[in-house]
T-cell receptor, first 113, second 114 residues
Framework: NAGVTQTPKFQVLKTGQSMTLQCAQDMNHEYMSWYRQDPGMGLRLIHYSVGAGITDQGEVPNGYNVSRSTTEDFPLRLLSAAPSQTSVYFC????????????FGEGSRLTVL | DQQVKQNSPSLSVQEGRISILNCDYTNSMFDYFLWYKKYPAEGPTFLISISSIKDKNEDGRFTVFLNKSAKHLSLHIVPSQPGDSAVYFCAVHYSGGSNYKLTFGKGTLLTVNP
């Protein structure tokens, strides 16, 4: 079972460059989301999606774009990378039951120089 | 303003003893409380949860206690094992929000010494 798959696992960017973090899930989950983890900050929600074609902002959306063209995929785009976006990014999905249990990917570590 | 606080950044216990991890929250509208465990270089994994209508939920060595009057959540691990060494995040779900939106604490690093 693949679960939630994120690529790449590691990436180094220069300030101003753009890139896309890929996320795919094979559990037919409606809900997908992106979190970032920074030292001493816990996990903070960037963007989320309740289904194909529907996305919304989370707690820290600035500098990031998302789209959801299929149920399986939820890419996160950095349009012009900044050093403040150096972080570990986690994609998560859920069936949407009220417990709110999320299934996380293994993470993508991004460094912006 | 932090809605979920884990005031202890780290905790160290001996193998076989009890580990108690704490979490405080501010909003009485939170209806579900969860604990996630995270090993280095891995994604967080769900550990245990509790509904706001309960005050205790147990799963093997893990028990979560909820004190609504104090807005306090705790995770007890008994007995603690070296494999329990990880970062533990508490998370809360708001009853008026979408199911996938959880607010996380900053985490507590638990180290269980052999």
């Amino acid at each position: 079972n693949a679960g939630v798959t994120q690529t790449p696992k590691f990436q180094v960017l220069k300030t101003g460059q753009s890139m896309t973090l890929q996320c795919a899930q094979d559990m037919n989950h409606e809900y997908m989301s992106w979190y970032r983890q920074d030292p001493g900050m816990g996990l903070r929600l960037i963007h989320y999606s309740v289904g194909a074609g529907i996305t919304d902002q989370g707690e820290v959306p600035n500098g990031y774009n998302v789209s959801r063209s299929t149920t399986e995929d939820f890419p996160l785009r950095l349009l012009s990378a900044a050093p403040s976006q150096t972080s570990v990014y986690f994609c998560a999905s859920t069936r949407g039951q009220i417990t709110g249990e999320l299934f996380f990917g293994e993470g993508s570590r991004l460094t912006v120089l | 303003d932090q809605q979920v606080k884990q005031n202890s950044p780290s905790l160290s216990v001996q193998e076989g003893r009890i580990s108690i991890l704490n979490c405080d929250y501010t909003n009485s509208m939170f209806d579900y409380f969860l604990w996630y465990k995270k090993y280095p270089a891995e994604g967080p994994t769900f550990l245990i949860s509790i509904s706001s209508i309960k005050d205790k939920n147990e799963d093997g060595r893990f028990t979560v206690f909820l004190n609504k009057s104090a807005k306090h959540l705790s995770l007890h691990i008994v007995p603690s094992q070296p494999g329990d060494s990880a970062v533990y995040f508490c998370a809360v779900h708001y009853s008026g929000g979408s199911n996938y939106k959880l607010t996380f604490g900053k985490g507590t690093l638990l180290t269980v010494n052999p």
